[in-house]
């Protein structure tokens, strides 16, 4: 603000949420291939949203962190996911498994404000598949 004086340092902003997932996937499968599209939908709910800052205090060079609720972000927003697995049988209990996927907010995260955010974020898992 104009004529403060506080010197911040980095500040961090860490929302956590709780995805109940909601998803159809469809198995084509090639001799020992198999693919896997997947799509489906979760509702996020929000579990905590937090933005610390760190503040250098005129008395000394230490440094205090403090922590506020961050606020005018909605308590659920709902988000859509597509993907496509695919696997490869090296035995027949055993495959080994990649599955790149995207996921999107349908819905915005923030309420009451002039510009919405819609979180997306792209991954990859890598595994192995093991059949009793």
Known sequence: ALGDTAQSLAGMNTLA???VPVAASYHAQVGKWQ????????????????????LITS????????ATPVTGLKPMYVSGSV???IEY???????????PSYRFAITSIN???S??????????GIGIKWKF
């Open 17 to 19: 949420y709780v995805g």
């Open 35 to 54: 693919l896997v599209p997947q799509a489906g939908v979760q509702l996020q709910f929000l579990a905590k949203g937090t933005l610390e800052t760190g």
């Open 111 to 113: 309420k009451n404000a």
């Open 115 to 124: 510009v919405k955010t819609y979180p997306k974020a792209a991954g990859i």
């Open 59 to 66: 008395t000394s060079n230490s440094k205090t962190t403090t």
């Open 83 to 85: 993907g496509v697995g």
């Open 89 to 99: 049988g090296v035995s027949r209990r055993i495959n080994l498994v990649a599955t």
